[in-house]
Structure formats: structure tokens, C-alpha cells
């Protein structure tokens, strides 16, 4: 789906994966596909504490409405958990069921 983006390891690194993060086109689609996957017994995970600047105790940083494109990454992605476990079976059935998300009725 072009409206759908993952996240891919950058060349070089040798990152410890505890989740895939997927970008969201919108803020409609995210929460469709995360309700899909959870439906289909795919846990999901918003990102961590959310735009620090909200939390009191990081006031003193600054504005939140100063930084716009962080507060777009929380209308826009969440994470597919990952564990050592996971299976091709698990994988097909991720990918099946992100395929099966059927586009809105408007």
C-alpha cells in the first residue's frame, strides 16, 4: 500500500529490533490498521511517552507546538511488536492481514 511505510534497518547499523515501526499516510489509517491488526490478534503499541514536551516535567524545554513534526509522528505511527519467537507463520500472517484491510467507505 503506498500509503503505508516501514521502517528498514540503516546501512551499517546493527540495531536491536523490539518493534517494526509502520508510518501512516494519516491519522484515519492508523487508527483503522492498528484496530485491523488488533482484531486479527496482532498487537500494536502507539509510540512510547508520546511528544515529551506534553509531560509537565519537560516544560521548561520548550513549546510543543514548536516542534509540528513530532506531533505528526504520533498521529502517524505505531509499532508491530518483534521477539525471537516469531515465525514465518506469524510473518504470513501480519502481511495477510495488512493485506486484507479493506480501503474506507466515503
Not at 519537560?58 to 502517524?76: I, Q, T
Request: charged share 20%; net charge negative; aromatic share 10%.
Amino acid at each position: 500500500d503506498p500509503h503505508i511505510e516501514l521502517v528498514y534497518e540503516t546501512e551499517g547499523a546493527s540495531p536491536s529490533w523490539f518493534g517494526v515501526a509502520v508510518i501512516c499516510r494519516d491519522y484515519d489509517l492508523k487508527k483503522r490498521l492498528q484496530t485491523h491488526l488488533e482484531t486479527n490478534n496482532i498487537q500494536t503499541r502507539n509510540l512510547f511517552a508520546g511528544h515529551l514536551l506534553h509531560q509537565p516535567g519537560y516544560s521548561h524545554l520548550g513549546r510543543a507546538a514548536d516542534y509540528p513534526n513530532a506531533c505528526e509522528v504520533l498521529k502517524k505511527v505505531f509499532f508491530i511488536g518483534c521477539h525471537p519467537m516469531l515465525s514465518e507463520a506469524h510473518f504470513n500472517h501480519i502481511e495477510a492481514t495488512v493485506k486484507s484491510l479493506t480501503p474506507p467507505t466515503s
